[in-house]
């Protein structure tokens, strides 16, 4: 139960939030000018970057969305051999004067794109979000970085679909039986394909999609492979016996790439020869 209902759920407690209600209000005017009451700011860091985010007020999983990126850091992966591998690859990507290519699938309302931005601050980061309401903020939390926000869903091959959310705003999954919302989809080569490789090089990509995953590798993978990196978030517990994230170890399988994790999310990477001389490394966090 959120605070507000704990404190109004007795006659003494709403009488009470009804006399300071319009100081709330006025102080979060204060503090927010430009954002409507609905919405809110947390500030955030990585290093010595520093991020507003923009969200709903009265959502858990908005926050819990915040928390799980700067609190848990969750993304921050893959560490030990891995870790120097994917760091040193991000310093050759830009010796060679090209940006690191970032593709962030089931961006949200942004907030493991600010993550990916302190982390790898000179990526350029295409972030795709189908839900229109996480998209609108995702467009405010994006604003003046290096980042390309499309509204559409990821797919194997492009063309339409449609969307449902199935409880909250971290719960939305793109479908193919016309449950929900129409949606654009767009498929991972026609991304490429918008970023030549002459100003940018594949580098990492993240893929939570809340098991919307099972249809993703059923095409060429081909696209897929070209990332060292990528980092996914399986769905199996959510959505039992329907084998949601199978073609994606296939595909990790297939390609010889090795696997890391933390929290919930896996990391594939691709094998490098540089990862068999490892010795003096320590390989855990």
Known sequence: MHVIDRVTSNPAGRAAFKAVQPVI??????????????????????????????????????????????????????VGAHGILINNLYQEILAAGRKPLIVDCGANIGTSVLWFSGRYPKAHIVAIEPAPDNFN????????LDIDCRHAGISGT?????????????????????????????????????????????????????????????????????????????????????????????FHADAGREFCMNHENVASIAPRESLLNTKGIKLSQ
């Not at 009451?37 to 915040?66: C, K, M, P």
């Not at 903020?137 to 003046?144: E, Q, V, Y």
């Not at 098991?211 to 060429?220: K, S, V």
């Open 25 to 78: 209000h006025l102080m979060r005017r204060m503090a927010h000018p430009n954002l409507p009451n609905e919405l809110t700011a947390s500030s955030v860091s990585y290093g010595e970057r520093q991020f507003s985010i923009v969200h709903r007020r009265w959502s858990e999983t908005d926050q819990l969305a915040i928390d799980q990126c700067f609190k848990q850091r969750q993304y921050d992966m893959p």
């Open 137 to 144: 903020l995702l467009m405010i939390n994006s604003a003046g």
């Open 158 to 250: 492009d063309g339409r679909a449609y969307i449902e959310c199935e409880g909250s705003p971290m719960g939305y999954r793109t479908n193919y039986d016309a449950h929900g919302m129409e949606i654009e989809m767009v498929s991972l080569p026609t991304i490429l394909a918008s970023k030549p490789d002459s100003q940018y090089t594949p580098f990492l990509l993240k893929i939570d999609i809340e098991g919307a995953e099972r249809d993703l590798f059923h095409n060429d993978a081909a696209a897929f492979n070209r990332f060292p990196l990528i980092i996914f978030e399986p769905h199996d517990w959510l959505l039992p016996g329907q084998l949601s994230s199978r073609e994606f170890f296939r």
